[in-house]
C-alpha cells in the first residue's frame, strides 16, 4: 500500500547531493505530508502509523543528543509549542511536589529566548534574568544568586540566539545538582546542528544529556533538521517527568480526553514528514551538510572581521554569529538599511546593537557577495547618522526608558498588520 511505499523509500531514498534548496530531501518530505495531511494525531490508537513516526523521530533525536533508552518526548508544532510544554511540565511538577511555592520562578540568561518570557506570561512562572559578561555567557556568580527558595526551573540555551555562543551548560548543571533543581536546556536552534559540528572536530562544549543534570532539551525539526514548518521536539529524560506535560480530562459527556500538547488537532502530515526529514538526511548526510556550513560559515566570519570596523560578537560555537561595530563612526543599523537597500534582509539586534547571522545551504553560493556587499557599504556608510528607516525606528526604541510604552507600540503595530482593510 502507498504507506508502505513511503516508508520503504524514506530508508532508500537519499539526497547526497545536498544541493542549495535539497530539492530530493524537499520532495520526499512533501510526500509524506501529503500522505498524512488529512490524519490528526490527536488520537494515537486511531492511526498506528503516526505513533510510530512520532516515537521513532523522539527516538533519533534522542540517541543524536546523547540520551538512554529511558527518554521520552513528543513532537510538537514549533519551538514555541516545546518551550511552552517544558515551563508548564515543570510548573505543574512543582505544584505536586512542591505544594508551599505559591509565586513559582525560573532563572536564566538574558538571551533565553521570548518563547519563555510567553511561557512565564501564559503559565504565571517568574522569569529572573541573569546578565551577561563580556564573552556574551552569562554571570555565573549572579545566575547562583538568582536561584531562591522559589525556584522551580533553570534554563540555559544551546547555543544562544543572539550570537551564536552556548551557554556554560555544565556550570548550570553544577548548580542544578547542588539545588536540587530540574534543568531545561534550549537546543531549538543548535539541537540538529552542534552534535554534527562537534563530530567534524570543533570545540562544542556539552549541553546534552551527557551532563548528568539537564532533565529536558527542546530541539527543532524544521531548522537545522531540514524538515517542514513546524516541527519541534520536546525531550525528557524519564517518563516521570514528562508525566506532567500531559492534560487528561474524564468527565466529559464525549468520552475520555487527553492531549500531550497545547494543540487538539495534531496535523498528522508534519509528523510524518519529520520522520522523513530525519531517515532521508541520516546521520552521513548531517555530517555533510554541517561540514559545508561549517566551512562557508568560517569564511564569512573571516571575511567580516577583515572589514575596518566591523566585529563577530563573542566566539559563536555553530553556524550563527552577530555583527557589530567596533568603529563609533559606524552605525550598524544604518549599514543594515544599505545592506537591504541591495536586496539582502537583515536582522536587526540590541543591547548591544548587531545584526544576526544564521547560515543556511541557499547562503553556500553567495558568501562571497555578501562579503563584498558588507565591505562596501560599511565604506559608503561610514560616518552618516540614522534619519530614516528601520535604523531610525531601533534609535528611537534606544532611546525611551519605560519599555512597557514599546511594548504597546510593538502591539498596536502587530494589531495593525493583521487589520483586514
Not at 531545561?184 to 562544549?205: N, Q, R, S, T
Not at 569564511?299 to 567580516?304: A, E, H, T
Not at 563612526?329 to 545592506?339: C, G, R, S, T, Y
Request: hydrophobic fraction near 40%; charge should be neutral.
Amino acid at each position: 500500500n502507498r504507506s508502505s511505499d513511503l516508508m520503504e523509500d524514506a530508508y532508500l531514498e537519499y539526497t547526497d547531493e545536498t544541493s542549495d534548496d535539497m530539492p530530493g530531501h524537499d520532495s520526499l518530505c512533501r510526500e509524506y505530508l501529503r500522505a498524512f495531511m488529512h490524519e490528526n494525531a490527536l488520537n494515537p490508537i486511531v492511526f498506528p502509523a503516526l505513533r510510530r513516526f512520532e516515537t521513532e523521530t523522539v527516538a533519533m533525536a534522542a540517541d543524536m543528543l546523547h540520551g538512554d533508552g529511558n527518554v521520552v518526548g513528543s513532537l510538537t508544532s514549533g519551538g514555541t509549542e516545546s518551550i511552552l510544554m517544558a515551563i508548564k511540565t515543570y510548573r505543574d511538577r512543582a505544584r505536586d511536589l512542591f505544594p508551599h511555592i505559591k509565586s513559582p520562578e525560573m532563572v536564566a540568561p538574558i538571551t533565553i529566548h521570548p518563547a519563555f518570557e510567553k511561557a512565564a506570561h501564559y503559565f504565571d512562572v517568574k522569569m529572573i534574568h541573569v546578565p551577561l559578561d563580556s564573552d556574551f555567557k552569562p554571570n555565573m556568580e549572579k545566575y547562583r544568586q538568582a536561584i531562591t527558595p522559589q525556584t522551580i526551573l533553570l534554563l540555559g540555551s544551546a547555543p544562544q540566539y543572539c550570537h551564536g555562543v552556548v551557554d556554560p551548560i555544565e556550570a548550570i548543571g553544577k548548580l542544578a545538582e547542588e539545588r536540587g533543581i530540574p534543568f531545561h536546556v534550549d537546543a531549538c536552534f543548535g539541537g540538529f546542528m552542534l552534535p554534527w559540528v562537534e563530530k567534524l572536530g570543533y570545540p562544542v562544549p556539552k549541553f546534552d544529556f551527557r551532563v548528568p543534570a539537564v532533565s529536558s532539551i527542546s530541539a527543532d525539526v524544521h531548522k537545522y533538521g531540514y524538515g517542514l514548518k513546524g516541527a519541534s521536539l520536546v525531550l525528557y529524560r524519564t517518563a516521570d517527568i514528562r508525566k506532567y506535560q500531559l492534560f487528561t480530562y474524564s468527565e466529559w459527556p464525549g468520552g475520555l480526553f487527553g492531549s500531550p500538547g497545547m494543540t487538539g488537532t495534531r496535523p498528522g502530515g508534519n509528523i510524518a514528514a519529520s520522520w522523513a526529514a530525519l531517515k532521508s538526511m541520516g546521520q552521513d548526510g548531517y555530517l555533510e551538510l554541517a561540514k559545508r556550513l561549517m566551512d562557508v560559515t568560517g569564511i564569512l566570519r573571516d571575511g567580516i572581521r577583515g572589514i575596518p570596523g566591523l566585529a563577530v560578537l563573542g566566539s559563536p560555537h555553530m553556524t550563527a554569529f552577530a555583527i557589530a561595530s567596533t568603529d563609533p563612526n559606524l552605525d550598524i543599523l544604518v549599514l543594515a538599511d544599505a545592506m537591504e537597500e541591495k536586496g539582502w534582509k537583515m536582522e536587526r539586534q540590541q543591547l548591544p546593537n548587531s545584526l544576526h547571522c544564521t547560515i543556511m545551504p541557499h547562503h553556500i553560493k553567495v558568501a562571497g557577495k555578501l562579503v563584498e556587499d558588507l565591505r562596501r557599504s560599511t565604506e559608503s556608510v561610514r560616518g552618516k547618522k540614522a534619519k530614516a528607516g528601520t535604523a531610525a525606528v531601533y534609535g528611537m526604541v534606544a532611546k525611551i526608558p519605560d519599555k512597557a510604552i514599546v511594548d504597546t507600540f510593538v502591539k498596536q503595530f502587530l494589531s495593525d498588520v493583521y487589520s483586514c482593510k
